[in-house]
């Protein structure tokens, strides 16, 4: 079973649709990670959260240190929403190292 | 642009031949990872790199030899693969291998035929 799993695994919403993507993970963690990649493989980073919630723009994370879980929601959604989004949680490796352990991700598909 | 910079974007290459992957970033980052994407598979650590010294290796066959000259490149050496090593590898960096944010490259798209 993999450390980090999200859901759905895929998602197709129709273009303004308000969207959430959920992550859970069963390790501690310092930090989670929320990224977007498009088809062309690039990977961007949307947020870094460690507690609360955090915006920018029509993206909004959060995270449950408690529960282990964190949505990434997004707002009046658009075609160019059409990606990959991948959640990662940073653990600690060994020593004073980190690691990233990441999700399969979820295919989300806007339709306009 | 995330200042990460891949070459070469694709990669076709025979199972007897040696190629390397090549990245670099300007942004004064000093940890700098590889990662390989499979298809149908969450991104993998391959590598870590604090300050050009390695400081994971998450058990990656010897045919892939990485190798960090200074802290702005790092490349990817690879020689006698299998087709299963066919994979998005992508490469990363961040300013300290601790809480900080990673930026990604474009990834190299590689098919061993």
């Known amino acids: 079973k993999n450390e980090v799993e999200q859901s759905p695994q895929n998602l197709t919403a129709q273009e303004g649709e308000f969207i959430t993507i959920n992550c859970s993970y069963s390790v501690g963690i310092s930090a989670l990670h929320w990224l977007q990649q498009h088809p062309g493989g690039g990977i961007v980073s949307l947020f870094m959260?460690?507690?609360g919630k955090k915006k920018h723009g029509r993206l909004i994370a959060t995270i449950n240190i408690q529960e282990k879980h964190s949505s990434l929601h997004i707002t009046a959604s658009h075609p160019r929403d059409s990606a990959v989004y991948i959640c990662?949680?940073?653990?600690?490796?060994?020593?004073?190292?980190?690691?990233?352990?990441f999700g399969k991700g979820t295919l989300l598909t806007v339709n306009p | 642009e995330t200042g990460v910079t891949q070459t070469p974007r694709h990669l076709v290459m025979g199972m007897t031949n040696k190629k390397s992957l090549k990245c670099e970033q300007h942004?004064?980052?000093?940890?700098m990872y590889w990662y390989k994407q499979s298809a149908k598979k969450p991104l993998e650590l391959m590598f870590v790199y604090n300050f050009k010294e390695q400081t994971e290796n998450n058990s990656v066959p010897s045919r892939f030899s990485p190798e960090c000259p200074n802290s702005s490149h790092l490349f990817l050496h690879l020689h006698t693969l299998q087709p299963e090593d066919s994979a998005l590898y992508l490469c990363?960096?961040?300013?300290?291998?601790?809480?900080?944010?990673?930026?990604f490259g474009q990834g190299t798209r590689l098919t061993v035929v």
């Open positions: 990363a960096s961040s300013l300290l291998d601790g809480d900080t944010e990673a930026f």
């Open positions: 990662a949680v940073r653990v600690v490796s060994g020593g004073s190292n980190y690691k990233l352990t």
């Open positions: 942004l004064g980052h000093n940890a």
């Open positions: 959260l460690s507690s």
